[in-house]
Structure formats: structure tokens, C-alpha cells
């Protein structure tokens, strides 16, 4: 299986100012057919199900602020919120769909200062 | 809008078996390339991708749960079910279905609210 990590474990941002999450595949996610990771974030918050925020490791999804941002390739991926807001509070979750099991990382929590 | 609802027994006891169905309403199950999958999320825990099913009855599973699993579709009712057997204890968590947008290897763009499943005597 391919195993997702993430960092750090949980932060707190004040609001307006920039968060980043860092996520790490223990092998590449990235198809040589066609150029694509295979990298999904979400966002969760509490009592609710997962959120579709980013796919192909920088698509936004529709609908989602474009405070909001993926980058990265290979193995090594982030999401980045650039102002973060008080709806933001949140557990974020990146996803590999490269390979069968799909599996989730850790999940970062995101707070206000 | 697409709509999925999961519905199924709260309450399932050790070595039984968990059956939940996700009911997809606002659009053909049938439709397009669309793959249907089930992950679970135990209490304060991080995310599992249970198996997934095309219309047709193509299925994935967890091998590490593929033992255990069956999901299958009936898209005369637009619904797709899981079932779990032999559950302990580990396998208590939040039940979601969601759908892979335009195929297997792809996202989960659309999630059911869950439910919460206990495995307990």
C-alpha cells in the first residue's frame, strides 16, 4: 500500500494569514501516461463528511474559494490556504488514487490563533 | 443535484454481519463512467477506502478487507450495498458512499452525510 503522511500533525494560523500542509506519498503518485498526480485534498469539519478541495494535486474543485491551493508532484505535495478564515477551521486529509487501496494520510487539523 | 443517503443498522453484534445501502438520488446510478465507493472513518480516526462498484457489477476492494466484503448494485432502486462480515469491535466507525467522478481512479467529489455503526453485544 501506498502510505500517506502528513505535516504537521495540526496547527494555528491567525486569521488572514497563510496555512500549509504538507503531504508525502511513501511512493510516486504521479502517472507517466499522462502527466497527472493522483492527489486529492479534503477538508473536514467536525460532524460532517470529507469535502473535495483539490484534485489532480492542483484542480480546484467547483465551488471551492480559490484561497485554496495544491501544488507539488511525485511525492511530495501541499495545500496551501492564503487567508485563512474562521470557516476554515477544519481537519484536512490529502488521498492518493494512484493505486489500489486508495489511502488517506493522517489529517492535519487547522485552528485560529 | 446528486444526493447520496446511506441507511442501515446503527447496532450490528461481534461476528454478525454489517449491510448498509446508499440510496443516490437526482441522477442515474447508471450513469456515465461513474465508479461508487464506501469508506469508513472509526471514531477520532483518519479515513479508509472500503471497495467500490461500477453499474455494472466491476468491483475493487481493500485487500485488506476483501475477505470480508461484498458491495454490490441494484440499479433498478439506484442504490449500491456493503456488506461487512464477521465485524468486531475495529470495524465500528462512520460509514460514508461517494461516488468517483468519471472513473475509478478518480476523487470522491460527492460524499453521503455517513452513519455511525457500533459493533458491540
Known amino acids: 500500500d501506498i502510505v500517506m503522511t502528513q505535516s504537521p500533525d495540526s496547527l494555528a494560523v491567525f486569521l488572514g494569514e497563510r496555512a500549509t500542509i504538507n503531504c508525502k506519498s511513501s511512493q510516486t503518485v504521479l502517472h507517466s501516461s499522462n502527466n497527472k498526480n493522483y492527489l486529492a485534498w479534503y477538508q473536514q469539519k467536525q460532524g460532517q463528511p470529507p469535502k473535495l478541495l483539490i484534485y489532480?494535486?492542483?484542480t480546484r474543485q467547483s465551488g471551492v474559494p480559490d484561497r485554496f491551493s495544491g501544488s507539488g508532484s511525485g511525492t511530495d505535495f501541499t495545500l496551501t490556504i492564503s487567508s485563512l478564515q474562521a470557516e476554515d477551521v477544519a481537519i484536512y486529509y490529502c488521498q492518493q488514487y494512484y493505486t489500489t487501496p486508495f489511502t488517506f494520510g493522517p489529517g492535519t487539523k487547522v485552528d485560529i490563533k | 443535484q446528486l444526493h447520496l443517503q446511506e441507511s442501515g443498522p446503527g447496532l450490528v453484534k461481534p461476528s454478525e454481519t454489517l449491510s448498509l445501502t446508499c440510496t443516490v438520488s437526482g441522477g442515474s446510478i447508471s450513469s456515465s463512467n461513474h465508479y461508487w465507493g464506501w469508506i469508513r472513518q472509526p471514531p477520532g480516526r483518519g479515513l479508509e477506502c472500503i471497495g467500490s462498484i461500477f453499474y455494472s457489477g466491476s468491483t475493487y476492494y481493500n485487500p485488506s478487507l476483501k475477505s470480508r466484503v461484498i458491495i454490490s448494485v441494484d440499479t433498478s432502486k439506484n442504490q449500491f450495498s456493503l456488506k461487512l462480515s464477521s465485524v468486531t469491535a475495529a470495524d465500528t466507525a462512520v460509514y460514508y458512499c461517494?461516488?468517483?467522478?468519471?472513473?475509478?481512479?478518480?476523487?470522491?467529489?460527492?460524499w453521503g452525510r455517513g452513519t455511525m455503526v457500533t459493533v458491540s453485544s
Open positions: 489532480w494535486a492542483s
Open positions: 461517494a461516488r468517483h467522478p468519471s472513473d475509478y481512479f478518480d476523487a470522491f467529489d460527492i
